[in-house]
């Protein structure tokens, strides 16, 4: 369960240049956080670069037809999520295993070949102003959603419930949500480059409420081990 604050939330640079880690099915969000296992050369070398430097990397998502370049550069798209590695280990064979918390949303501005892996000059994406008070509506849309129905007899959804009713903004616990709870990876992706937390909001409570009602959907369906940061 994650803290009330985020005074020690890690920040991320714009200024420099920044790893990218490419997968087919993995969207990242902000706050969430992704174990990783790392056995490829190219990213076993990232590995090791960005945890002797700044231990970020961002999370990018290819695009289809991305196996005829897997090897190259296949095409991704352009919204990345930057993550902080929290913690890792370094096997004997020299794979990699380590957890990785999304702290950005980020635009690709242009790709920069330094390195044996992909790197990429990034900038924030800028979200409209959007104050607490101007997700009171959403946020109290998500506490019925939990409350009720079959989601208020599930672990991992009583958990974003209590998240409701703390201090975490509802813009994280929206991207938490995401992350966890929604299996489709293009959806995911449009949540993640949506720059306006309304909209992200809306969009979520939506497809939880289609969830609801889906006879295809049981409690098996939920992760049982949510990554709640």
């Excluded at 309304?198 to 609801?212: D, F, T, Y």
Aim: overall charge negative; glycine content about 6%; proline content about 9%.
């Amino acid at each position: 369960m994650p803290d009330d604050q985020d005074d020690n939330k890690p920040q991320w640079n714009a200024s420099t240049a920044v790893p990218l880690f490419p997968l087919p099915n993995v969207v990242l969000f902000p706050r969430a956080v992704l174990p990783l296992h790392i056995f490829e050369e190219r990213y076993k070398a990232m590995t090791a670069d960005a945890l002797g430097g700044t231990k970020q990397i961002a999370m990018a998502l290819l695009k289809p037809g991305w196996e005829k370049n897997y090897d190259g550069a296949a095409a991704i798209e352009p919204v990345v999520c930057v993550g902080t590695i929290l913690a890792h280990e370094r096997l004997s064979d020299g794979k990699y295993n380590f957890l990785l918390q999304g702290i950005a949303r980020a635009r690709v501005v242009r790709e920069v070949t330094l390195h044996p892996y992909r790197t990429a000059e990034l900038e924030p994406v800028v979200e409209p102003p959007c104050l607490e008070l101007d997700l009171s509506n959403q946020r109290r849309h998500l506490i019925s959603i939990f409350s009720n129905g079959r989601f208020s007899s599930v672990p991992l959804c009583r958990k974003f419930l209590e998240m409701l009713g703390s201090h975490i903004s509802t813009s994280d616990i929206v991207d938490l949500v995401a992350f966890n709870l929604i299996d489709e990876v293009p959806v995911k992706q449009q949540l993640l480059a949506e720059p306006d937390p309304r909209k992200r909001a809306n969009r979520v409570a939506g497809i939880l409420e289609q969830m609801q009602i889906l006879p295809s959907l049981g409690d098996a369906g939920f992760p049982e081990n949510p990554n709640l940061n």
